[in-house]
C-alpha cells in the first residue's frame, strides 16, 4: 500500500517554498510541476473510481480509460493558463512541459514505491518509457495549441483534436506495455522515438520563425 | 488469430501507408508555413486517423478476435470528424441554412446511431461520438448544394437509396430465414453500388465535399458490416485519403485561403 497523498506532500513541500526564491519563469514552471503532481494523484482517484463503477478490470481500466482520463486532466490546467492568463501559446510549452514532468515523476515515485528500485535496467527503462511519454503528449499538447492558435483554429474542434492526439498515443503505449514480448519493446521505445521526432519538428518550426523574423528585420532596415 | 483478422490487419496497414504518404507532404507545407488552414485541418485530422489506425492494429494484434470496448482511438475519430468538418466549413460558399437540410442530416445519422445501438448495445458512446457525424453531413449536404456538385435528380435519388439502406438494415433486425438474406444481400449491393457511384464522381470533379462524402459513405459502410464486407468497405475508405488529399491540393490553390 502507496500512501499516495503522503508522499504528495513530502514532494511539495519544498517545491511549493522555493516558489518564494525564485524567479518568474523558474516559479511558472516549478508551479506546474506542482499542478502535474496533483493531477496525478486526481486522475489515480477517477481512474479508480472508474474501475469500481464501469465494472473493468484494473488491467483494463489502465488499457482502455485511464488514457482518457489522465490526459484531459492534465489538459485541463494548460488550458486554464491559456484562457485565464491569456498567454500565448509559446510561454504555454514551459507549462505544458512542467504539468508533464511533474505528472510523470509523482507516478514513478508512487510505482516505485510500490514496486520497489532494485532493479537499475527496469528503473531506466521505467523512466525513459512512461516518464518521456508524459512529457511527449504534453510537448505535442503544447505544439497542437501553438498551431491552432497560429492558424486561428481556437475552436472545440481544433481543442479536440489536439487532446485526441495525446490521448491516442497514451493509449496505445499503454497497450502495447500491457502485452509482454515484442510489443512491450516497441511500446518502450514508443516515447523516445516521438520525442527525437517532435524535437526535429520543433527545432524545424523555431529556425523558420527565425529565419522570417530576420528577413522582417531585413526589409525593415532595407526601408 | 483468424484469416479475416489477418487479412483486416494487412488492409489496417495499407490505409497507414496511405495516410502516412498523405501527412508527410502536409507537414512539409506546414513547416514551410505553405499551406492553408484546410490543409492544417486535414493534415491534423489525418494525424488523428493515423493514431486510431495504429490503435486498431496494435489492438488486433494483441487481442485478436474481440471487440474493442470503449478506448481512446474514439475520440481520435470524433476529432477527425470534426476536424474536417472545420475545413468544411471554412470553404463553404454559400453559409445559406436551409431547414430540411440540417433535418435530414440529423434523421439519417440518428437512425445510423439508432442501429450502431442496436448492434452493440454501447448507447452512451454511440450516441457522444455520433453526433459530430450529423454537422459533418449537414456541411457536405450544404456544400454539394451551393457548388452545384450533382444534379438535383442526382442528389434526390442518392438521399432516397441512402434511406433505403438504413430501413432495410432496421428491417434485417425483425426478419429471418432467406427473407433475411435477401434483404442482406440487396442492402450490401446497394451500399457498394452507391460507394462506385460517389467514388467515380469524385474523380470526375476533384472536390473536397465529395470526396469527404465519399470517405463518410464508406466509414458508414464500414460500421454496417462485420465480415467480408467490411474489409471491402475498409479498401474503399483507404480510396478515399488520396482523393481527399488531391482535392484538399486543388482547393488550395484555387481559393489561396489562409
Known amino acids: 500500500m502507496v500512501y499516495a497523498e503522503n508522499v504528495l506532500i513530502c514532494i511539495a513541500v519544498p517545491l511549493a517554498i522555493s516558489l518564494l526564491f525564485t524567479k518568474r519563469s523558474t516559479s511558472r514552471f516549478i508551479a506546474s510541476f506542482l499542478v502535474g503532481m496533483i493531477v496525478c494523484l486526481l486522475s489515480a482517484y477517477i481512474s479508480g473510481y472508474f474501475t469500481l463503477s464501469s465494472g473493468y478490470s484494473a488491467e483494463d481500466t489502465s488499457i482502455f480509460l485511464s488514457p482518457i482520463v489522465e490526459e484531459l486532466m492534465k489538459f485541463l490546467p494548460v488550458l486554464f493558463v491559456y484562457f485565464v492568463f491569456e498567454s500565448n501559446p509559446q510561454e504555454i510549452q514551459p507549462n505544458a512541459i512542467g504539468i508533464g514532468a511533474g505528472f510523470a515523476t509523482f507516478e514513478n515515485c508512487c510505482f516505485i514505491l510500490s514496486s520497489g528500485a532494485q532493479n537499475l535496467a527496469y528503473v531506466l527503462v521505467r523512466g525513459s518509457a512512461v516518464g518521456v511519454m508524459h512529457l511527449v503528449t504534453m510537448v505535442a499538447l503544447a505544439m497542437g495549441l501553438r498551431l491552432i492558435k497560429n492558424y486561428q483554429l481556437f475552436s472545440l474542434a481544433g481543442l479536440l483534436g489536439v487532446l485526441s492526439l495525446s490521448m491516442t498515443f497514451h493509449g496505445l503505449y499503454n497497450l502495447l506495455v500491457s502485452e509482454p514480448g515484442i510489443p512491450t519493446y516497441i511500446g518502450y521505445a514508443l516515447p523516445m522515438v516521438c520525442a527525437v521526432v517532435l524535437y526535429l519538428i520543433y527545432h524545424e518550426i523555431n529556425q523558420q520563425d527565425e529565419e522570417e523574423k530576420e528577413n522582417k528585420n531585413f526589409v525593415k532596415t532595407g526601408e | ?258
Open chain 2, 1 to 258: 488469430m483468424s484469416l479475416l483478422t489477418i487479412f483486416e490487419l494487412i488492409l489496417t496497414i495499407l490505409q497507414v501507408v496511405f495516410i502516412v504518404a498523405v501527412i508527410i507532404p502536409a507537414v512539409n507545407a506546414m513547416i514551410l508555413k505553405k499551406s492553408s488552414i484546410i490543409s492544417v485541418l486535414f493534415c491534423l485530422a489525418m494525424v488523428s486517423y493515423l493514431l486510431s489506425d495504429l490503435y486498431w492494429l496494435a489492438y488486433d494484434s494483441l487481442r485478436p478476435d474481440t471487440r474493442m470496448p470503449f478506448a481512446a482511438n474514439e475520440f481520435a475519430e470524433c476529432a477527425m470528424i470534426l476536424l474536417l468538418a472545420t475545413g468544411l466549413e471554412k470553404a463553404l460558399p454559400d453559409k445559406k441554412k436551409i431547414s430540411w437540410e440540417i433535418l435530414f442530416a440529423t434523421c439519417y445519422i440518428g437512425a445510423n446511431i439508432a442501429l450502431w445501438i442496436l448492434w452493440s448495445g454501447e448507447w452512451m458512446q454511440d450516441t457522444v461520438f455520433g453526433l459530430p457525424y450529423i454537422y459533418f453531413l449537414w456541411l457536405l449536404v450544404r456544400g454539394i448544394r451551393s457548388r452545384n456538385l450533382l444534379p438535383v435528380k442526382e442528389r434526390a435519388v442518392l438521399i432516397i437509396l441512402a434511406a433505403v439502406i438504413v430501413v432495410l438494415h432496421f428491417m434485417c433486425f425483425w426478419t429471418d430465414g432467406m427473407f433475411y438474406e435477401t434483404i442482406n444481400l440487396s442492402n450490401t449491393l446497394m451500399i457498394f453500388f452507391v460507394s462506385t457511384w460517389i467514388g467515380l464522381r469524385c474523380i470526375q470533379k476533384n472536390d473536397m465535399f465529395l470526396t469527404f462524402l465519399f470517405f463518410l459513405w464508406t466509414m458508414l459502410a464500414m460500421f454496417s458490416f462485420s465480415d467480408i464486407f467490411y474489409n471491402m468497405a475498409t479498401l474503399a475508405n483507404t480510396l478515399a485519403i488520396p482523393l481527399m488529399y488531391k482535392s484538399v491540393r486543388k482547393e488550395r490553390v484555387s481559393d489561396g485561403i489562409r
